[in-house]
T-cell receptor, first 114, second 112 residues
Framework: DGGITQSPKYLFRKEGQNVTLSCEQNLNHDAMYWYRQDPGQGLRLIYYSQIVNDFQKGDIAEGYSVSREKKESFPLTVTSAQKNPTAFYLC?????????????FGAGTRLSVL | QKEVEQDPGPLSVPEGAIVSLNCTYSNSAFQYFMWYRQYSRKGPELLMYTYSSGNKEDGRFTAQVDKSSKYISLFIRDSQPSDSATYLCALKAGSGNTPLVFGKGTRLSVIA
């Protein structure tokens, strides 16, 4: 089945620690995205990538980093510089053809601070 | 003024009711309009997609776009308890590779 796989489902971070959230897609989509969701805040864009080896900052990129070495993969690192990392993180992908802009989401990773 | 405004609710209706969910927007460059449904602790799923003014129907769901008023709606007929979720509107400008702009979502509860 085609889709987006996020792992792990739950993640705990100790203070000062960097953690990496995995996102893999087998939809052959060109673009991939990371969003953060907090209660009452809606979805906020962290980073997005239209093609391999290229990515752009979203609205709240500070304290996060990404890489896009393969079309299928777009991992997100939450660095120690992100002082309030507790949130629900969603990865998404989209095709640049057909239904322009329509995003397909993974099941999410819930990150908490120990 | 935010680009997209959506009443967060919560909205509670009895089973079988017609539900109306709405978003308003300020940027006339938006040309693609979507509705997502998100169950608790899950990722959002695309429910409706449209790129023109007027109505689009899919089963019990109807998406309506009024570009002149900058107003979009999602109607749910014969609502079911399984429709209980958060509904997010999402809009995209027609030009360039600009990402979607999301509303904050409306939480809906359908009571049996």
């Amino acid at each position: 089945d085609g889709g987006i796989t996020q792992s792990p489902k739950y993640l705990f971070r100790k203070e000062g620690q960097n953690v990496t959230l995995s996102c893999e897609q087998n939809l052959n989509h060109d673009a991939m995205y990371w969003y953060r969701q907090d209660p009452g805040q809606g979805l906020r864009l962290i980073y997005y990538s239209q093609i391999v080896n290229d990515f752009q900052k979203g609205d709240i990129a500070e304290g996060y980093s990404v890489s896009r070495e393969k079309k299928e993969s777009f991992p997100l690192t939450v660095t120690s510089a992100q002082k309030n990392p507790t949130a629900f993180y969603l990865c998404a992908s989209s095709t640049l053809q057909g239904m322009i802009g329509a995003l397909y989401f993974g099941a999410g990773t819930r990150l908490s601070v120990l | 003024q935010k680009e997209v405004e959506q009443d967060p609710g919560p909205l509670s209706v009895p089973e079988g009711a017609i539900v109306s969910l709405n978003c308003t927007y300020s940027n006339s460059a938006f040309q693609y309009f979507m509705w997502y449904r998100q169950y608790s602790r899950k990722g959002p799923e695309l429910l409706m997609y449209t790129y023109s003014s007027g109505n689009k129907e899919d089963g019990r769901f109807t998406a309506q776009v009024d570009k002149s008023s900058k107003y979009i709606s999602l109607f749910i007929r014969d609502s079911q308890p399984s429709d209980s979720a958060t509904y997010l509107c999402a809009l995209k400008a027609g030009s360039g590779n600009t990402p979607l702009v999301f509303g904050k979502g409306t939480r809906l509860s359908v009571i049996a």
